[in-house]
């Protein structure tokens, strides 16, 4: 594996490498075994995520030494560079029609896809549910047992280029129409409002204590957070602006599900 790493960094640096066969295959080597989950963009540490950079690498080097292909599957036909994911059954993966992951993406036993789409890269973990009209972006991970909700956007790493993938840890409930974007973490059994949109300059503010306090770019574990405005001033006056408020907490000592439903109702968040 140290060996395919310095193949790979050695092809970034000087892309006229890309023409050599063996560097083409060591490319497609990269992308076969993230899509049998042998390897990951990013992966979680007892010293929290660790991004292995040369695997990003080698996902944005597989485009270029792509061909475009006419896919055709029934009365359905595509025409792209990266082929469709294939043998769910052996997976144990659940895939509704017109659910779409692409190869070099990973989805673990259990997972459940709703006409959705899965980008390239990208990791999701067992008992998870990809709603409908939801998007998985480019080597996005997606923890287990986590619901993204109808529509949910979550950002991938290509375009344009992020240093970190988004990430959305374990037992996560991702409502309604959320967008999570620009490498943003959201921290195990977190709870995102329908219409919450996280970015790497949103402010996400909790306002559960005596005084406020602002992160940006991770969602602290067990958050519930709903939609939010606060008051900025520019030079043509005070104007309203967008962010994310944490109102409350999950609680550690309660089953997942059963408190999922007590957020909801306690808060009256809508998903």
Known sequence: MEALEHQINQIWDDRSLLSKKENQDAIREVVDLLDKGQVRVAEPTDDGWAVNQWIKKAVVLYFPIQQMETIEI??????????????????????????????????????????????????????????????????AQIGRNVHLSGGVGIGGVLEPLQASPTIIEDNCFVGSRCIVVEGVKVGTESVLGANVVLTQSTRIIDVTGEEAITHRGVVPPRSVVIPGTYTKTFPAGDYQVACALIIGKRKESTDKKVSLNDVLRDYNVAV
């Open 74 to 139: 029934g009365p359905f036909e595509f025409h792209d560079k990266i082929p469709l994911k294939r043998g769910y059954a052996d997976l144990g993966v659940r895939v509704v029609p017109h659910a779409i992951a692409r190869h070099g993406a990973f989805l673990e036993k259990g997972v459940i896809m709703m006409p959705s789409y899965v980008n390239i890269g990208a990791w999701v973990g067992s008992g998870t549910m990809v709603d409908t009209w939801a998007t998985v972006g480019s080597c």
